[in-house]
């Protein structure tokens, strides 16, 4: 589904065969836009995106070579507005809500940006085919019409996906096989006889490795951690149970369906053991010192682990390969890591809506900025420049891999660029970088390909107006109890607290959503036959 071949063939030629005219009316190709008349004043098209704004002044050298190009394509510039990473999630739908932001393309993700809520708000502008096949041509040949259709709702098109690019931004521990080594070498010498814990493929495994190293090693930590990261736990919940969560619905994935009963919307935090045992387990890693006793001592997780001061960090498939892994080479190249990933029978892919491009309801100039976006995705030079930056400043070709390094003399906080440009990339134009650990990438890839479903909540419309308040009460029930079950602070039993736990979403009104989106579901399975 991500890789369609033929479609990317045909945009190799057609890019090959695409040139911008001189003419007076700056008309661009006959081939791509239909001779668009784009003459006057230049427009400034602004892009929205997360990430904490650059301040070393190289993006604005990458933006005038871009704007170059813009300026002779379709008359326009790009301008980038950046909402930092300290509390993204709530600065942007604040920016959304205000409207005090003259911008035009807007960064969106139905899992992590709220982009269906924001849709309902009326914050994106609803794009209809005609506007997409004139103004977005290149781009719109390439969607296929069930992927504009997860794109849609009440038929009408918000969205742009970024359907043509492989990610795994699947969470799992990232640990030491050295320090696993430590262990049964030093438990098997003790007992006389070998004593193994192998590579870590669950939660049991990651326990006993916990409990042995802690024995050997009583004053280290095992993860540093800053007491408010929960991502485990549904992590475990998705490793214990074939649960697929709706991750529209909020990071804590409290509503989903189990694989084998897929026809019921269910909350495994509500029924069933799992959260139970989660407690139960994260309450004795407590006591056992797995993290910290003082949160508020809390430094960086990634340095201790690194320097050995610790033996695992929470991370994503591609934190591991492009991040941990190598930067592990350089501060201990004789340290092996492995990488525990969650829900080791029940991975999903990536949807193709994680990453989508919208065009803002207020945006002055709609026409022209899906016309810049459509170039940005689809021109290979300008592809380059908004992804990695100027040849030979922040990147070059090494022609034998066919990969990219960095030149000599590089120092990223003097030549790097922030343009985070993860709202629309293409297989096809991405480029491998020579820094990161692809051998153990295409190991893990290996291994989700044999098992990875799609994720199957793209083409249902959890418009969820009516319930956002109900939603948003539940999900602070959450930000209560998750957290203190995930580090086991709290003084009553793991039973006691799950069960404080439960009446408080009863509460709050999670079976009433848990209800709406019932309807939803069977509805939408009425009309798409699925």
Known sequence: MKKKIIALVMTAVMMASTIACGTDKKAVSDFQYRNIDVSGPPVTITYLTIGDKPINGMTEKVLEKLNELLLKKVNAKLDIYYIGWNDYLENYNKTLSLGNVNVDLIAAGSDWLDAWPNAANGYFMPLSEEMLRTYCPQTYRYVSSMDWDCCSYDGKIYFIPENEYTQWINYGFVYRLDNVKQVEKSKSDEIGEDFKIGEIQDWDGLDR???????????KLLWDVDGKETTQALGYIMSESNYIPIYELGEYGIWGIFKNAHSQIVSPYMSGNYLINYAKLMKRWNELGVWRNDFKDYKDNYEAFYNGETSVVLATTEDYYTTIQPNMQIYQPEAKLKFFWFGKDNILKTSILHGAMAVSSKSKNPERALMVYDILRNDEECYRLIRYGIEGVQYQINHNKDMLEKPSGYNDEKDGITTNFWWGRRDIFEKADS???????????TEYNKIAIDYPWDKYRFMTTNINSTIQAVTKVCDKYIPEITYGRYDRTPEAEVDEFRKELQAAGIDEVKNYLQNIY?????????
């Open 522 to 530: 069977d509805s939408d399975k009425d009309m798409t036959g699925h």
């Open 435 to 445: 820094n990161y650990a692809w051998d153990e990438y295409n190991e893990l890839k």
């Open 209 to 219: 490795f916990f409990r042995n190293y802690k024995e050997l090693n009583p004053d």
